[in-house]
């Protein structure tokens, strides 16, 4: 009874190549999708999503949700070491409920 | 910016003793969250407050407490360790949803990680 649910789990890539993450969810009262990177610390946030079809972009970082399907994606393009991280999905329901899925555990290599 | 602050970065405590784990916020949030994170079982939450001395249970109460006197000031408390509670724990704050025509995003502090021998 998972509620969010993110894809893959891990994922090794090169310095440059593109990837993508998956987050799928499943509440009864959403009000927001958020993802942050994890290195050693705390999350940062990176993205907050609350409409569906609307990209958010920084730098090499964007995502979008899609509130009929329930699901976003977050994609990171020309790959660097310092992306090296886990990105995590978060969930807010009515009432300040945050629901996180597992992460994504993400290795750039040299 | 908003500046989560957790009192300790490694705590190493002994099976039956009493931790108090500390997290203060400088932003006038309403909302303080305490998740513990362990491999493979992501972040869970493990108490929220919305208010001063306001408390609810999330999805992993037992065996902590909280506590909140002030509005900056959210309190974990492990009333007698345990070794199943070696874990990261993370405190984190946001702002009502009342009080903001945005949704808030949840700002974390650096975490704990505790080690109950």
């Known amino acids: 009874e998972d509620k969010v649910v993110q894809s893959p789990l891990s994922l090794v890539v090169h310095e440059g190549d593109t990837v993508t993450l998956n987050c799928s969810y499943e509440v009864t009262n959403f009000r927001s999708l958020l993802w942050y990177k994890q290195e050693k610390k705390a999350p940062t946030f990176l993205f907050m999503l609350?409409?569906?079809?609307i990209e958010k972009k920084s730098g090499r970082l964007s995502s979008i949700l899609d509130k009929k399907e329930l699901f976003s994606i977050l994609n990171i393009t020309a790959t660097q070491t310092g992306d090296s991280a886990v990105y995590l999905c978060a969930v807010e329901e009515g009432g300040n409920q945050f629901y996180f899925g597992t992460g994504t555990s993400l290795t750039v290599i040299p | 910016d908003v500046k989560v602050t957790q009192s300790s970065r490694y705590l190493v405590k002994r099976t039956g003793e009493k931790v108090f784990l500390e997290c203060v916020q400088d932003m006038d949030h309403e909302n303080m969250f305490w998740y513990r994170q362990d491999p493979g079982l992501g972040l869970r939450l493990i108490y929220f407050?919305?208010?001063?001395?306001?408390?609810e249970k999330g999805d992993i109460p037992e065996g902590y407490s909280v506590s909140r006197e002030k509005k900056e000031r959210f309190s974990l408390i492990l009333e007698s360790a345990s070794t199943n509670q070696t874990s990261m724990y993370l405190c984190?704050?946001?702002?009502?949803?009342?009080?903001?025509?945005?949704?808030?995003?949840?700002?974390f502090g650096n975490g704990t990680r505790l080690t109950v021998t």
């Open positions: 984190a704050s946001s702002l009502s949803p009342g009080r903001s025509s945005y949704n808030s995003p949840l700002h």
């Open positions: 407050s919305y208010d001063v001395k306001m408390k």
């Open positions: 609350t409409s569906s079809g």
